[in-house]
């Protein structure tokens, strides 16, 4: 269950955060009727409830938007406001393929940004982040769903929403539901 | 599961019929620009000052003002008579009871307001370095903090005012040519010496300044260990090494905490 929410898009990047994690506890309390569980995070900084093991988690946030994931297994989320995108950050994160499609893409922002939220999101899934070797988990943006060669054991959602961002999901259930939140 | 304040996306989407959602689809794009941090700012935290004599700080016209974190201060005394000067950096702390002298705080170019100061009987008063694009420096908990970091700075060889001096170095000597947007970094250390430094570039200039003070408008925010951030920023480690172990973790803006990365190491 993918929970997405509007926010001010002038709230600083640290109240984004704080805007993610009241989402997060009103989304749990619905869905499993837990208040406030305490928040706990590991080697690489990835938080999970400590008193829920079996309630997998993640969150993220952009310039108006937070966004917040459930699972019974691991999950990641990233969700990104689609603007300019930076070649540099392309160049070092993104393969061959993935380069080629963007520069190649009419609309490159756009499609910069989708193949940054997958990689994020599977980072975020693994618990590594984005800051390893990324290049290697190349995606396909072809089918139905985007596809990583290089995982097979988990399965990508993407939506753009509103034309403004995108929101990518990694995990091991094939049933993602996206809920948008009233403002 | 999802009830009374959530639409389901079919209803989303019925509604928003001027910006529908479209699954895995390559729509016009809206290219948006970040906006500075200005525009993004955060008011001040508050000020709370019981008792205080002299604590009125002379606060300087921030552009980009945020008000800084607390200053707490008891028993201060010691503590704020160091010049601030010297340890390029806000005093931690002002936690002082019957103290008696004020701070002169710098004039901040894009100053964020300093982060409240909570004073209980607060008086002395301490000088402020001028901070280019202050932040007032990150709260000052005299008994705490510094004190502590003093001291492990001395058992390790290593002070924060070495720790911002070397980061300095690093970036100062960054090739940000491919840098377009501004960036805000804070640095949170911990381990062997505590604190909170913060960089930012300014892309229209192409300059780039590291300052003793937490930036909490950040992009970026870096929580390091100082041990390891050291190794990396004097090129003994790898810096995505450093990630990959988790001594050094990033949150907020990925993207650009990468262009920071790659223009620096």
């Known amino acids: 269950m993918i929970f997405c929410k509007r926010i001010n898009e002038d709230l600083s990047v640290r109240e984004e955060h704080e805007a993610a994690h009241e989402l997060l506890f009103r989304s749990i309390e619905k869905l499993y009727g837990i208040s406030s569980p305490r928040i706990e995070k590991g080697e690489h900084?990835?938080?999970f409830f400590p008193e829920h093991p079996e309630i997998f988690f993640n969150i993220s946030h952009c310039r108006g938007l937070v966004v917040c994931g459930f699972s019974?297994?691991?999950?990641?989320?990233d969700a990104?406001?689609?603007?300019?995108?930076?070649?540099?950050?392309?160049?070092?994160v993104f393969s061959g393929s993935e380069r080629e499609t963007v520069l190649s893409s009419e609309n490159r922002?756009?499609?910069?940004?989708?193949?940054?939220?997958?990689?994020?999101?599977?980072?975020?899934?693994?618990?590594?982040?984005?800051?390893?070797?990324?290049?290697?988990?190349?995606?396909?943006?072809?089918?139905?769903?985007?596809?990583?060669?290089?995982?097979?054991?988990?399965?990508?959602?993407?939506?753009?929403?509103?034309?403004?961002?995108?929101?990518?999901v990694c995990t091991h259930d094939p049933k993602i539901e996206f809920i948008f939140e009233d403002q | 599961m999802a009830k009374k304040n959530i639409v389901p996306e079919e209803t989303a989407q019925a509604v928003a019929e001027a910006a529908p959602v479209a699954e895995t689809a390559a729509p016009a794009a809206e290219v948006q620009e970040p906006k500075p941090a200005a525009k993004r700012g955060r008011k001040p935290a508050a000020a709370k000052a019981e008792n205080a004599e002299k604590t009125e700080e002379k606060k300087p016209a921030a552009k980009r003002g945020r008000k800084p974190a607390a200053a707490k201060a008891e028993n201060a005394e010691n503590t704020e008579k160091k010049p601030a000067a010297k340890r390029g950096r806000k005093p931690a702390a002002a936690k002082a009871e019957k103290a008696e002298k004020t701070e002169k705080k710098p004039a901040a170019k894009r100053g964020r307001k300093p982060a409240a100061a909570k004073a209980e009987t607060v008086g002395t008063a301490e000088k402020k370095p001028a901070a280019k694009r202050g932040r007032k420096p990150a709260a000052a908990k005299a008994e705490t903090a510094a004190p502590e970091a003093k001291k492990t700075s001395r058992k390790k060889g290593t002070s924060y005012e070495e720790v911002v001096a070397a980061a300095k170095k690093k970036f100062l000597a960054a090739n940000?040519?491919?840098?377009?947007?501004?960036?805000?970094?804070?640095?949170?250390?911990?381990?062997?010496?505590?604190?909170?430094?913060?960089?930012?570039?300014?892309?229209?200039?192409?300059?780039?300044?590291?300052?003793?003070?937490?930036?909490?408008?950040?992009?970026?925010?870096?929580?390091a260990d100082t041990d390891e951030l050291l190794a990396v920023i004097k090129g003994k480690k790898n810096i995505y090494d450093a990630l990959a172990g988790g001594l050094v973790k990033v949150s907020g803006i990925t993207t650009k905490a990468i262009l920071i990365i790659d223009a620096a190491f």
């Open chain 1, 45 to 47: 900084g990835k938080p």
């Open chain 1, 72 to 77: 019974d297994s691991e999950i990641g989320v």
């Open chain 1, 80 to 92: 990104e406001l689609i603007r300019d995108h930076s070649p540099r950050v392309m160049d070092r």
């Open chain 1, 109 to 168: 922002n756009e499609m910069f940004f989708r193949f940054w939220t997958l990689k994020e999101a599977l980072g975020k899934c693994l618990g590594t982040g984005v800051f390893c070797d990324m290049k290697p988990y190349s995606f396909e943006l072809s089918g139905e769903r985007p596809v990583c060669a290089a995982v097979k054991d988990k399965i990508f959602f993407q939506k753009i929403i509103y034309e403004k961002w995108v929101v990518s």
């Open chain 2, 176 to 223: 940000i040519t491919r840098i377009k947007y501004p960036i805000a970094v804070n640095v949170e250390l911990s381990g062997s010496v505590s604190g909170e430094f913060y960089i930012y570039v300014d892309a229209d200039n192409q300059t780039i300044a590291v300052e003793p003070y937490r930036y909490d408008n950040y992009d970026v925010n870096f929580r």
